[in-house]
């Protein structure tokens, strides 16, 4: 089957830096993106479309200038999360479809100090 | 908007039960709905997908049913194991080729 990772699977970072997350669709190419969202013990929340070659397509209470996305080609998407605070500490997946079925990343998990 | 509920929230169970995993949604025009595990701190396991015009689907001891008609899919876990123990999500497609998820079931067999 088709195999998305994501890069890094953990990072912790000080409150005010940047962090790049990395998607990847290894054996595939996909034109969109999906990046979620969960907080402890809670489900999944769609954050972002992101669209190779245009703008990513951001959900109601997601802040595009926060959550700064880039399809850089057919099998990256990087999402960077920007001036990171501590209620930005979440676990973040990405996942691509491929034939109406969507492949998730292993997910990764942000802790902001 | 499309809601979807997962009942209980949390489900202890002994070794060797046979459970179901409940999952509602208010909109049924959905073409297929997925099953998910989800093991603490990790990503998305995906166990059965089941179309639209299906009513079963069946995985080793997983077995899944889809009713669109009364917004409602189960999952049957057969003889319940302490490696079972995990969050079950239910998600269904939106009309932007993303997933909706469910609030999710934690599950933890006890030995």
């Known amino acids: 089957g088709a195999v998305v990772s994501q890069h890094p699977s953990w990072v912790i970072c000080k409150s005010g830096t940047s962090v790049k997350i990395e998607c990847r669709s290894l054996?595939?190419?996909?034109?969109?993106m999906f990046w979620y969202r969960q907080f402890p013990k809670q489900s999944l929340m769609l954050m972002a479309t992101s669209n190779e070659g245009s703008k990513a397509t951001y959900e109601q209470g997601v802040e595009k200038d926060k959550f700064l996305i880039n399809h850089a080609s057919l099998t990256l998407s990087t999402l960077t999360v920007t001036s990171a605070h501590p209620e930005d500490s979440s676990f973040y997946i990405c996942?691509?479809?491929?034939?109406?079925?969507?492949?998730f990343g292993p997910g990764t998990r942000l802790l902001v100090l | 908007k499309q809601e979807v509920t997962q009942i209980p929230a949390a489900l202890s169970v002994p070794e060797g039960e046979n459970l179901v995993l409940n999952c509602s949604f208010t909109d049924s025009a959905i073409y297929n709905l997925q099953w998910f595990r989800q093991d603490p701190g990790k990503g998305l396991t995906s166990l059965l997908l089941?179309?639209?015009?299906?009513r079963e689907q069946t995985s080793g001891r997983l077995n899944a049913s889809l009713d669109k008609s009364s917004g409602r899919s189960t999952l049957y876990i057969a003889a319940s194991q302490p490696g079972d123990s995990a969050t079950y999500l239910c998600a269904v497609p939106t009309g932007a080729n993303n997933l909706f998820f469910g609030t999710g079931t934690r599950l933890t067999v006890i030995p």
């Open positions: 054996d595939f190419q996909a034109t969109t």
């Open positions: 089941i179309q639209s015009s299906q």
């Open positions: 996942s691509a479809p491929s034939w109406e079925t969507q492949y």
